[in-house]
């Protein structure tokens, strides 16, 4: 089974729309990373949250840890073409090296943003 | 600036053949990792190193070896071994913090490997 699932796996919106990307986690979450990944190049760090409902902003994206540490959500305000690509959410899992520093990733979301 | 160099960025590989992916990185990172991403399945560890002349296999080892001979340096041989080695080979780093789970992993922008 997926230990972390990301939903939807594909969206298309507007330009201008917002949007919701969430991760979810069987198990508890010690750490929970959001990635941005361009097809075809590298994934970029966006943010991380560590503690039970912690929310950080950065620009025009939101992302927060649910208070029971189990799903995060990744909230895109007034979509922009730039905001297209692949999102990841990365946990360190017990089991999986997590102790270790290592991350378990959602198979990504997909973002396509229609001028 | 800072970063993680990987090379090429486009690898052929004939049947048989080993072939060796390079992962450079001048962040000064104690901990770097090796990752083959595949479409529609995430990310996948190969193999894993927190330190100079240590490794560790991840969950698709098979098929691949590395080395970290240098704190810099952490290239990834897919050898012949390896029946389906066409995917995107991805690298990453990650400084050493006060916990394991303070530091994000930094990548770099990745290397496709094809069969001839």
């Known amino acids: 089974s997926q230990e972390l699932e990301q939903s939807p796996q594909s969206l298309i919106v507007q330009e201008g729309k917002n949007l919701t990307i969430n991760c979810t986690s069987s198990?508890?979450?010690?750490?929970l990373y959001w990635y941005k990944q361009k097809y075809g190049e590298g994934l970029i760090f966006l943010m991380m949250?560590?503690?039970?409902?912690e929310e950080k902003s950065h620009e025009k994206i939101t992302a927060k840890l649910d208070e029971k540490k189990q799903q995060s959500s990744l909230h895109i305000t007034a979509s922009q073409p730039s905001h297209a690509g692949i999102y990841l959410c990365?946990?360190?899992?017990?089991?999986?090296?997590?102790?270790?520093?290592?991350?378990?990733f959602g198979k990504g979301t997909k973002l396509s943003v229609k001028p | 600036d800072g970063g993680i160099t990987q090379s090429p960025k486009y690898l052929f590989r004939k049947e048989g053949q080993n072939v060796t992916l390079s992962c450079e990185q001048n962040?000064?990172?104690?901990?770097m990792y090796w990752y083959r991403q595949d479409p529609g399945q995430g990310l996948r560890l190969i193999y894993y190193?927190?330190?100079?002349?240590?490794?560790q296999k991840g969950d698709i080892a098979e098929g691949y070896s590395v080395s970290r001979e240098k704190k810099e340096s952490f290239p990834l041989t897919v050898t012949s071994a390896q029946k389906n080695p066409t995917a995107f080979y991805l690298c990453?780093?990650?400084?050493?913090?006060?916990?394991?789970?303070?530091?994000?992993?930094?990548f770099g922008d990745g290397t496709r490997l094809s069969i001839l």
């Open positions: 990453a780093s990650k400084a050493k913090g006060e916990g394991q789970f303070n530091q994000p992993q930094h």
């Open positions: 198990k508890t979450l010690y750490g």
């Open positions: 949250l560590q503690k039970g409902g």
């Open positions: 990365g946990a360190p899992l017990p089991g999986y090296g997590g102790s270790q520093g290592n991350l378990i």
């Open positions: 962040l000064n990172h104690d901990a």
């Open positions: 190193s927190q330190i100079v002349n240590d490794f």
